[in-house]
């Protein structure tokens, strides 16, 4: 009975931005999952007694499937987000990260390690973001593989605010939809930087 009684406390303290939550007492991890917005994405707050840091996450969010030239063929691409946040709050970001999806029936067609640099354009500024990190390939039906990058907070900042975004890791060429943007931005928003 105690341990649903603490389990409530704390989603009732997430649901009210976690101001007034000593670090202390958060040691199991609640999750708040924020509704859908206009944009189709979705977004949830969750404290990690572990790494002692709440993490706002987009979750994996479609940006295509069209393959260009510039493109691997029949190659579809997610994104998902997550601002690290020490301790329990939403007032401060302590780095960012950045995973993008790879999904493709062609099993051949991974990013060798050499072709693994993130370069992302926001409006007319180049941001050369360093060699993605391999978190996972699949092969099943579809050969999946999910690269991530950790970023500093202003570089997500650019990234959520820019108009026109672009990125690219090796021969993989695309832009983020409006959509996409949006939910960057409605995760940014999520942190109440003062």
């Known amino acids: 009975m105690k341990g649903v009684a603490f389990s409530v406390s704390c989603l009732l303290a997430f649901s009210s931005q976690l101001y007034s939550v000593p670090a202390t007492i ?11 917005s206009n944009h189709d994405g979705k977004i949830e ?4 007694g572990l790494s002692h840091e709440t993490v706002s996450t987009l979750r994996k969010m479609k940006v295509t499937c069209a393959g260009t030239k510039d493109m691997l063929k029949d190659t579809c691409v997610s994104v998902s987000a997550s601002l690290h946040c020490p301790g329990v709050q939403l007032n401060y ?6 995973q993008l999806i ?10 060798a390690l050499e072709d693994r640099d ?3 354009v926001v409006d007319a500024t180049t941001l050369r973001l360093g060699r993605m990190r ?11 593989e999910i690269l991530e990058a950790t970023i500093s ?22 832009e983020l939809r409006q959509k996409n943007l949006e939910a960057l931005r409605d995760l940014n928003n999520r942190v109440k930087i003062s």
């Open 26 to 36: 958060a040691e199991t991890s609640a999750t708040v999952v924020h509704g859908e």
């Open 45 to 48: 707050s969750k404290y990690d």
């Open 93 to 98: 970001v302590r780095y960012a990260k950045l």
């Open 102 to 111: 790879f999904e493709t029936k062609q099993w051949d067609q991974r990013h």
């Open 118 to 120: 993130l370069v992302v």
């Open 134 to 144: 391999l978190v996972s390939q699949n092969t099943d039906t579809l050969m999946t």
């Open 153 to 174: 907070y202003d570089v997500f900042k650019k990234i959520a605010s820019g108009q026109v975004v672009e990125m690219a890791v090796g021969k993989s060429r695309f």
